[in-house]
């Protein structure tokens, strides 16, 4: 087939319009969510004093810092989604996540604790949170994936980390309201080190999936 | 041949190399703006300023192509199927171009990333610069001259219904409307074949 003739078909299916990378995005981890939420509630469920929990700022400041991760990996992803788009002037939304975590243990700080400094920080569910925050994400990190391989990403290993910092910002949400450990130098360690983790295999599988 | 296809002189020389800078970055951008213009009405379902749209970026492509195997130490007669490769990919993205940007840069980011995939899959690294395709002259450019053969090679290797109904809008250049016909198909199983053939070839050479 010559190129003439190549243009030629693809002209001939102009009409055929693709849904937009968000659109498609959005319904994958539509699809993804359930599986995520039957390991939560099998596994680990909410925790019996959410009630009074909720009563604690600092409770409340972890989903504030997962759904802000979950949200400036889904604006950024979109971004570069686009095959002219780059991390700059955008990658400063992945720091406001970041900047709530370090509000967050500046505020703890200034407060009168009952627990020193490394006790809060070691906690009593690092395990837990290691194992899964990493577990949850994993059905929504194949959904991010599924969803970004619709858009042109040029550097397919920075696209598919984002797609893990998304899943594991969701998935740290759900994980939130099970775990008792409310420090900030908690979340900042061990959460980190989950969504890290989920991050390095979404760049890892991305490199092969989205390259387009 | 339309009006756009301004670039292929038929000297062959390029008269715009001898004019001062500021003329050629006017005609430049002139061709990029009125590839905007083209690519806006596409995506409106215009199919005739899709076809146009096509027809003008081609030589441009196919002298970077050239440009970037050259520099590869390859042979230059490969740049046809890079060419293809390049607009199946602008094909199959185009609903990641936003349509309040302009069209170039879009262009010139998915045709870098082809063509770097290219030159990497016969082993040798390169830098391609964006450059290469924004400042491809207007006159600089040629008409094909190499054959192509990845996307023949795939073809054959389709469903036998949409491979006709590729090689009856390809190669006899038949419309939808004839094709139909031709195979007493409904139009719409027709678009639904073409579409499904065009997207196959695509993940094919994504995947060779």
Not at chain 1, 183 to 198: K, Q
Not at chain 2, 32 to 46: F, H
Not at chain 2, 90 to 115: C, E, G, Q
């Amino acid at each position: 087939m010559d190129t003439d003739q190549l243009i030629r078909t693809l002209a001939a299916d102009n009409a055929q319009r693709a849904q937009p990378v968000g659109f498609v995005l959005m319904l994958a981890l539509l699809a993804a969510a359930p599986i995520s939420l039957l390991i939560f509630f099998a596994e680990l469920g909410v925790r019996p004093d959410v009630m009074t929990a909720m009563r604690n700022p600092f409770f409340d400041l972890k989903f504030a810092v997962t759904l802000a991760l979950a949200a400036s990996a889904i604006a950024v992803s979109l971004h570069l989604s686009r095959p002219e788009a780059s991390l700059r002037g955008f990658g400063w939304w992945l720091l406001v996540p970041a900047g709530l975590l370090v509000a967050g243990i500046s505020g703890e700080m200034m407060m009168p604790q009952r627990a020193p400094m490394m006790t809060r920080l070691v906690g009593n569910n690092s395990r837990a949170c290691l194992i899964s925050i990493p577990l949850m994400s994993l059905p929504l990190l194949a959904a991010a994936l599924f969803g970004l391989r619709h858009g042109a990403p040029t550097r397919p290993a920075v696209a598919g980390a984002i797609a893990g910092l998304m899943a594991a910002g969701l998935a740290a949400t759900l994980y939130a309201s099970h775990c008792t450990d409310d420090s900030p130098l908690f979340v900042a360690t061990w959460y980190t080190i989950g969504t890290a983790l989920v991050a390095a295999i979404g760049a890892l599988i991305g490199s092969k999936v989205l390259r387009y | 041949m339309y009006v756009h296809d301004f670039v292929i002189y038929r000297s062959g020389r390029n008269e715009l190399k001898d004019r001062p800078n500021y003329v050629v970055g006017a005609r430049v951008r002139e061709r990029e703006d009125e590839w905007t213009g083209l690519m806006r009405s596409a995506i409106s379902g215009d199919s005739t300023a899709y076809h146009r749209l096509l027809k003008a970026i081609t030589p441009v492509l196919r002298a970077a192509a050239r440009r970037g195997l050259a520099r590869a130490g390859q042979p230059i007669d490969q740049s046809e199927d890079i060419v293809q490769d390049i607009l199946l990919a602008v094909h199959s993205k185009r609903h990641t171009w936003d349509v309040n940007a302009p069209f170039a840069p879009w262009l010139f980011a998915i045709a870098r990333n082809k063509l770097i995939d290219a030159l990497r899959r016969r082993g040798k690294r390169v830098f391609v610069n964006i450059d290469d395709f924004a400042e491809t002259l207007p006159g600089e450019t040629q008409e094909q001259t190499a054959s192509a053969s990845e996307i023949a090679a795939h073809l054959n290797t389709l469903p036998a219904r949409q491979r006709q109904v590729l090689q009856s809008i390809a190669v006899d250049s038949a419309s939808i409307k004839d094709t139909a016909a031709k195979f007493s198909m409904s139009e719409g199983a027709v678009r639904v074949a073409l579409h499904r053939g065009l997207a196959s070839l695509t993940a094919k050479l994504r995947e060779s």
